[in-house]
């Protein structure tokens, strides 16, 4: 009986060491997925605790990937149970966008330039949040999750390929979806004293 309770801790901790230092990033996906933070923190609890019933079992791939792909198949029981599947769909209306320049370049830190930064971090999060799943999953795994395309076709249940095409329309659609925010921002005219013609 207490060789029995020492046992449970010892798997407690070790699951515990494990698993908990992924825990930020499980959520983050599972934000992504599900966009609402509610729903995500009810996954990443289930997903721990499909994690920790099958620790016993666990021999692999890494930590990370493993408790990746749970959250996946959670937050795809969860789409299958309201009916919402997203379908995915492998077609970028304009793949030349792909060949561009990057999006994003190391400005000088100023005040005007933190709070640009600020702005654009909340754009991107933004536009990564309307992408369609797989694509969303994809920019998740690779550029928040820093997970190799080996890693994110294992999670995903697709070939290497099918990842790096979805990850590449994903950057695309970004880009995309990033020029036509900054073409909305109007820019600032000249500035003049009340009354008075420029």
């Known amino acids: 009986m207490v060789e029995d309770a ?3 801790q010892e798997r407690m901790r ?29 996954a990443v609890q289930e997903c721990y605790l499909r994690a920790l019933r099958h620790f016993d079992g666990y021999r692999g791939p890494a930590m990370k990937p493993w ?20 379908v995915p769909t492998d077609y970028a209306p304009d ?3 792909a060949e561009q320049m990057p999006m994003w370049q190391e400005p000088q830190a100023s005040p005007e330039n ?3 930064r600020q702005q654009e971090s909340a754009t991107i999060r933004r536009l990564v949040a309307e992408l369609p799943q797989p694509f969303r999953e994809v920019i998740v795994l690779r ?14 249940g697709v070939p290497v390929g099918t ?12 880009r995309s979806a990033w020029n036509a925010a900054e073409a909305a921002v109007p820019t600032p005219g000249p500035v003049t004293a009340p009354g008075v013609s420029p």
């Open 67 to 86: 408790l990746l792909a749970i959250l996946r198949n959670v937050c795809n029981a969860e789409f299958a149970r309201r009916g919402k599947e997203e």
């Open 6 to 8: 020492f046992a449970d």
């Open 114 to 116: 933190l709070i640009v």
């Open 163 to 174: 990842v790096m095409s979805r990850l590449a329309r994903a950057r695309a659609m970004l």
């Open 14 to 42: 070790r699951f515990r060491d494990a698993a908990l230092p992924h825990l930020d990033d499980v959520f983050t996906l599972a934000r992504y997925l599900l966009r609402n933070p509610s729903d995500a923190e009810d």
């Open 143 to 156: 550029e928040m999750n820093d997970l190799s395309y080996q890693e994110i076709a294992a999670i995903a």
């Open 95 to 97: 793949d030349s966008a």
